[in-house]
């Protein structure tokens, strides 16, 4: 079994930034790609950045050049760093790991059970 664990959502100005966290936890083998999704009322969920375990990172067009994305494969754990926010990122975020091999050699996919950002104007 593994979970994650999110933390750092909340409310802030237009301008202003947040920093996630995302703690993977359980019978990890290895994680071959962590990421956050995003999820807006009335909206599919969209992938915000991802990245490998080798570093190569992936990010929306909407956040290039404001949100950065990170991992400490030692630890299990993914952080956004999100600058510059706008209303329009205002969301339920959620923490993905994809290609999670478990010590038992299975493969799986989870998510975190998501955190609120809102970005007031």
């Known amino acids: 079994q593994v979970q994650l664990v999110e933390s750092g959502g909340g409310l802030v100005q237009a301008g202003g930034s947040l920093r996630l966290s995302c703690a993977a936890s359980g019978s990890i083998f290895s994680i071959a790609v962590m990421g956050w999704y995003r999820q807006a009322p009335g909206k599919q969920r969209e992938l915000v950045a991802k990245v490998t375990r080798g570093g190569a990172t992936n990010l929306a067009g909407s956040v290039q050049g404001r949100f950065t994305i990170s991992r400490d494969n030692a630890k299990n754990t993914v952080s956004l760093q999100m600058n510059s926010l706008k209303p329009e990122d205002t969301a339920v975020y959620y923490c993905?790991?994809?290609?999670?091999?478990?010590?038992?050699?299975?493969?799986?996919?989870?998510w975190g059970q998501g955190t609120q950002v809102t970005v007031s104007s």
């Open positions: 993905n790991a994809g290609g999670v091999v478990t010590k038992s050699f299975d493969i799986y996919n989870y």
